[in-house]
């Protein structure tokens, strides 16, 4: 017999309420991920059979990631590539179909929308008061509008859930009066800076104040604003590279008719996000070097700046050096001047900074590592051929503790492994030879670039 989406969605919430009873029972535990498995595997199917196969093209590009120690429905991470999807079965599992649906194209929505760029932007201090206004702001946002899409295009597969945040929300608790149907900025611009005037206050949870050991059950989350870490980038243009890289795949999974029959809505959301200007490698190296301290040590060569009279008062001079490891794919079709032009660049950026550059060479195992001070330094006689691993180059990084504030640059055409392991340095960037060379590895940590003509 071949049990229907209706039939797991209530095994899923009798194997819920059991867990509810008894939270140490491992059994129903296991009940709820397999059912719930199934469950989202059967959603994703009707998504893509349905007017919400936009989202379901999405959902089909997401890994997803079971938490019962999460405080939220759902959640996305974009520190992983593919991007990963955090699910709490034990708290959407509760809701109806057609809001759990709401509730996944509502993550959707976030990426779509470029929000964790934007939380940067505005929140760089990474505020807990501004961090909850921006979360609010941009849930009414992306609830008005998701609810009136539904009603508008006929998508009867979804439904705004009880409690959602939304414009007549904002109305309701804080005592204001707003438009729906607007932008997260004008929602932020008008929201108090304190808690809610309703009779239910708003409570605040944050991600370092979780225990990880502890189950959340819907009794325990009840109330609660949940406001999570989206990344741990801290650069919005590098953040709205990896989204549009990121929308881009997904993309070329919708046929051409298909995009063309996308609401004019979601049409204009993703013509912004890939009409955004792609930064340079050279921009995004400068940025990176930009954000690393400068450190001082007093010398009595130096007069001090603030009291120069003083004659027994020490100086400060700079002993903060930047670590390079420029990487460099031999197997690939790297000519002599691109590497002397690139060198050329890579010193121009660095300027007067102090700097350790560390030049590795490899094709599928390490040929030469010698460091450089200058342009000068560069061995131009590069010699390679046979296969790419880009492994042995990150084993070799992260087995020397040196390398671990280094900003690691790996020129390469892209065609090698497919997972490697995390590079444990400051900052990782992928320089590709030209735009049509597309990284093999799927989850690179780290911004992926294409070198300028």
């Known amino acids: 017999m071949k049990y229907d989406i209706v039939y797991y969605h209530k095994e899923l919430q009798k194997h819920i309420h059991t867990v509810e009873r008894d939270e140490t029972n491992r059994n129903a535990l296991d009940e709820v991920k397999e059912t719930f498995l199934t469950l989202f595997n059967l959603i994703k199917m009707i998504m893509i ?19 019962f120690t999460s405080h939220y429905d759902a959640g996305v991470s974009i520190d992983s590539f593919p991007f990963r999807m955090t699910v709490n079965p034990l708290l959407i599992g509760l809701k109806s179909l057609s809001e759990m649906i709401y509730i996944f194209c509502h993550e ?12 940067i932007r505005y929140n760089p201090q990474k505020d807990t008061a501004t961090a909850l206004k921006l979360n609010i702001a941009m849930d009414a946002s992306i609830n008005d509008r998701l609810t009136a899409d539904s009603r508008t295009n006929g998508f009867s597969v979804i439904s705004e859930p009880t409690g959602a945040i939304t414009s007549s929300f904002l109305c309701e608790n804080f005592d204001m009066h707003v438009k729906p149907l607007q932008a997260f900025d ?16 708003i409570k605040i949870c944050l991600p370092h104040s979780d225990n990880r050991n502890e189950i959340i059950t819907e009794p325990k989350r009840k109330g609660t604003i949940y406001i999570p870490c989206r990344t741990a980038i801290d650069d919005p243009d590098e953040v709205t ?3 549009k890289r990121f929308v881009s795949d997904v993309c070329k999974g919708m046929s051409e008719s298909m995009r063309g029959r996308l609401p004019d809505y979601q049409k204009k959301v993703l013509n ?47 002993n903060r050096i930047i670590k390079l490891v420029v990487a460099i794919d031999t197997s690939g079709s790297m000519s002599t001047e691109d590497l002397e032009r690139i060198m050329v660049e890579i010193f121009d950026i660095i300027g007067t900074r102090k700097c350790e550059t560390t030049v590795i060479e490899c ?4 040929k ?6 200058s342009v000068k330094d560069v061995s131009y006689d590069i010699n390679g051929g046979g296969g790419t691993s880009f492994i042995p180059v990150i084993k070799y990084i992260n087995s020397n503790r040196y390398f671990r504030d280094a900003i690691l640059i790996y020129f390469t055409d892209g065609m090698g492994n497919t997972s490697i392991p995390r590079p444990l340095t400051r900052r990782t960037m992928w320089i590709l030879h030209n735009e049509h060379c597309k990284l093999s590895v799927r989850n690179p940590y780290g911004e992926v670039l294409v070198m300028d003509k």
């Open 49 to 67: 059979s349905h007017q919400e196969r936009y989202y379901g093209i999405f959902l089909m590009n997401f890994d997803l990631k079971i938490d």
């Open 108 to 119: 959707i929505e976030h990426i779509v929308l470029n929000h964790p760029a934007d939380c």
């Open 186 to 201: 004008y929602y932020f611009e008008r929201i108090p800076d304190r808690k809610s005037s309703g009779n239910t206050p």
């Open 241 to 243: 590279s990896i989204i």
């Open 272 to 318: 912004k996000l890939m009409s955004q200007p792609v930064i340079s490698w050279k921009q995004l190296l400068k940025r990176y070097i930009g954000t690393i301290p400068d450190g001082h040590r007093k010398t009595r060569l130096r007069l001090s700046r603030r009291q120069p009279e003083r004659y027994d008062i020490s100086g400060h001079i700079n």
């Open 363 to 366: 094709d599928a195992e390490i």
């Open 368 to 373: 030469r590592i010698y460091k450089i001070r």
